[in-house]
């Protein structure tokens, strides 16, 4: 039986970092203060935030409230992604497979790369036309 008790887990994604709080609830998702629909303004993005919740069959029954900042809307809603997972398996030891199996808890590592000197971005060389 999971823990009434309110549980913390914090996600990162790019440059984002989502602090999430989670309680026994209805299903309300707050990101800063704001309901989920109005801040991700994306379906796809909503659908990313609820899919831990979707995997476990646990739609409706925890409120999430979430502070994020740095990055885009796609990095803070992986973030939020990442922290509803985290906090998740603090409640409740026996969802970590479930979330691990799906790939919840591992956090992307995926970052934009520096650019070089020498080229116009990262890779990308400048324009060269020999005449």
């Known amino acids: ?59 409706g029954r925890y409120n999430v409230k979430a502070k994020v900042k740095g990055g885009g809307k796609t990095g803070q809603a992986g973030a939020v992604r990442l922290g509803i997972a985290r906090a998740l398996v603090e409640l409740d030891e026996g969802l970590r497979p479930a979330l691990r199996a799906e790939g919840f808890l591992t956090r992307d590592a995926r970052v934009k790369e520096r650019k070089k000197y020498g080229r116009k971005k990262a890779r990308r060389g400048f324009q060269f036309v020999k005449r």
């Open 1 to 59: 039986m999971p823990n009434t008790a309110v549980s913390y887990g914090t996600g990162r994604r790019k440059c984002a970092i989502a602090r999430v709080w989670l309680e026994p609830g209805d299903g309300k998702i707050t990101i800063n203060d704001t309901g989920h629909e109005d801040y991700l303004c994306r379906p796809v993005l909503e659908i990313l935030v609820k899919s831990p919740f979707t995997q476990l069959e646990l739609e």
